[in-house]
């Protein structure tokens, strides 16, 4: 009787792409809204982009749709595993086979805007196949589709795969080596095709993009046609192979995923010392950052990106980020560090409920970030300056690395108390075990603040470095133990006055609040001004503007990829402040548009 009350194949698709709309369409609210909007408009001018590539450059369509397959590959582990609206978990129970519910997943994945996003950028294929007649057209057409599904299907599989293998430290700590390497690649992995360079190195990157599963829609095109309908069979293939595979790693997510993905731990636990206070809730602190899978990838995601980035550009024999090697993983593990009452959901009731705890849990989770993150810190910074000879970098070296290790360690718990970020319990948490179940976007918006403020705490520093090269370590050492102690002094502060509606916030989330303006009340054109702000406002600011200043004032003469450095001398000054003032009123845009409208709605209440 069981499959009697079960839909068929088209009607149980249908109804997962019914609530996979409904989902969407319930979540458009607020700051998601506006995210939603600011993405796919700038998906569609990525989308435009790639068939006015294949219109004006057709040489370099294989690798503009290499960079799509990527965002494929490569989202899921940026996002922790992928963000999930339809869990396999939910459907558990349902009386169909696993491919049925495979396939009906897939249906639903298809129901959201980047598809649809990408699905235009794939019409490039058909408008190169145009270069071929009428027949070109036809494949490209056909390749689009294929493409898609194609993508769509490996980064369904790539979260699968992720759901069911990352069970461990090991392979959690690969997840974000991985991800950190393929961060470092996004920004700076043009330094090693460079250091390539030829036309040797043209030709086998010219195959090799074809030989992508993005390429093959290009390869089709340009074949005669047998054997481009023969490379159109072979990858829906591919599909019903990736289907098939995909839906054998759900039913197997599903069976395993009844301790949130995370296998019991063998043998007795060890006991914690016999102390108090700080030292106690560091040695907890201390066995999460140890036994959470979540935690453990953030943080190999810190120091793999920190590692490989300098690596990036020796390639092309410039050193001068290898004796900074340390301070960029600083900056990266605050980062990754900025929600961490959020990531323990609701434990901190246990805080709470013991009387004069919080100062002693904040000082805790102080210590142990800096015991976690400070040794390892120090011997990239040391190691780094020996091996590259950059003797100059010595003072720099020393002042800020107590500097950005105090501001860190005080930047992470203010935020962690003031801008707190609901997540799901650890040990509720699905068949995914690095997705902690908060809100990607606020998350995502948390690290950047703490990439702003973390290196401002370090420009009293930098400032005494520039007046006297030794005077920096002596100043760096005063505002990291200040920023250390009065960041955390205000942060256990807050959390005793505020800690039982941090709770509530964890439990129920953020209360509804009617009256109140938010960015979601601006009219649509601000909405997307001020997230593509928020967004890309860094870029002309401190890699187009500070940096380069820096490298101006010490005489470094390796333009690298700073515009205002390959100018000629008389427009490298203004276009360095041309940069900065640019970034600037992109964040003042940004912040001030808010404030005008609360401002307004405050005054018309009157």
Excluded at 38 to 58: M, N, Y
Excluded at 131 to 154: N, Q, Y
Excluded at 255 to 282: D, K
Excluded at 493 to 516: F, T, V
Aim: charged share 10%; with cysteine.
């Amino acid at each position: 009787m069981a499959h009697l009350l079960t839909p068929g194949p088209a009607a149980l698709a249908q109804h997962m792409i019914r609530m996979r709309l409904a989902l969407m369409r319930n979540s458009l609210r607020g700051d998601n809204a506006s995210t939603l909007y600011t993405g796919v408009s700038l998906g569609l001018i990525l989308a435009f982009g790639t068939i006015a590539v294949a219109v004006l450059w057709p040489a370099y369509l294989p690798l503009t749709l290499a960079v799509w397959l990527s965002g494929w590959i490569f989202g899921p582990l940026f996002i922790g595993g992928g963000s999930e609206a339809l869990r396999p978990e939910y459907f558990s129970m349902l009386p169909a086979t696993p491919g049925r519910i495979a396939a009906a997943l897939l249906a639903g994945a298809f129901a959201g805007p980047a598809p649809a996003v990408n699905l235009i950028a794939l019409l490039s294929l058909p408008v190169y196949g145009w270069r071929f007649g009428p027949a070109g057209v036809l494949i490209g057409l056909a390749a689009a589709v294929t493409t898609l599904v194609t993508m769509v299907m490996i980064s369904r599989v790539i979260v699968a795969l992720i759901g069911l293998f990352v069970r461990s430290r090991a392979t959690a700590a690969i997840v974000g080596i991985v991800t950190g390497t393929a961060i470092a690649l996004c920004s700076n992995g043009w330094a090693p095709v460079a250091a390539l360079g030829g036309s040797d190195t043209a030709a086998w990157s010219q195959v090799l993009v074809r030989a992508l599963p993005s390429g093959w829609g290009v390869a089709a095109v340009e074949a005669p046609w047998p054997l481009a309908l023969a490379i159109l069979v072979a990858n829906a293939g591919v599909i019903a192979l990736l289907l098939t595979a995909w839906a054998g790693l759900l039913s197997r997510r599903v069976v395993s995923a009844a301790r949130g993905g995370v296998p019991p731990r063998r043998g007795t636990p060890r006991p914690l010392p016999a102390t108090s206070g700080a030292r106690i809730a560091a040695a907890k602190e201390l066995r999460a950052w140890g036994r959470d899978l979540v935690r453990i990838q953030l943080l190999a995601t810190a120091f793999s990106y920190a590692i490989v980035t300098p690596l990036l550009l020796v390639t092309i024999d410039t050193w001068i980020m290898v004796p900074f090697t340390g301070l960029i993983a600083i900056v990266m593990a605050a980062a990754s560090s900025a929600n961490l009452y959020g990531a323990d959901g609701t434990a901190l009731w246990l805080t709470l409920m013991t009387p004069g705890a919080e100062r002693a849990d904040v000082r805790g989770r102080q210590l142990a970030w800096l015991l976690i993150v400070g040794p390892a810190a120090v011997v990239l910074s040391l190691a780094g300056t020996l091996v590259s000879g950059q003797t100059w970098a010595w003072p720099w070296v020393l002042g800020l690395l107590p500097a950005l290790l105090g501001g860190g360690a005080g930047i992470i718990v203010l935020l962690a108390v003031t801008s707190l970020v609901p997540g799901t319990d650890p040990h509720k948490r699905g068949g995914n075990p690095l997705s902690t179940g908060a809100d990607e976007t606020a998350e995502t918006s948390l690290a950047w603040l703490v990439l702003v403020t973390v290196p401002a705490t370090a420009l009293p520093a930098a400032g005494a470095i520039l007046l006297h090269p030794w005077a920096g370590i002596a100043t760096g050492v005063l505002t990291g133990a200040l920023s250390a102690w009065g960041l955390g002094k205000i942060a256990y502060r807050r959390l005793e006055n505020h800690g039982i509606d941090l709770l509530n916030l964890m439990k129920h989330g953020p209360a509804p609040q009617a009256d109140k303006p938010t960015t979601a009340d601006l009219p649509i054109q601000h909405r997307i001004g001020v997230t593509i702000s928020y967004t890309i406002a860094w870029l002309p600011l401190f890699p187009q503007g500070l940096v380069p200043m820096v490298m101006k004032i010490f005489g470094i003469e390796n333009p690298v990829w700073f515009l205002a450095l390959h100018l000629p001398p008389i427009w490298q000054w203004p276009t360095i402040i041309f940069m900065i003032a640019l970034g600037l009123l992109m964040y003042g845009y940004a912040i001030l548009i808010p404030m005008r409208l609360s401002s307004s709605s405050s005054a018309g209440t009157r």
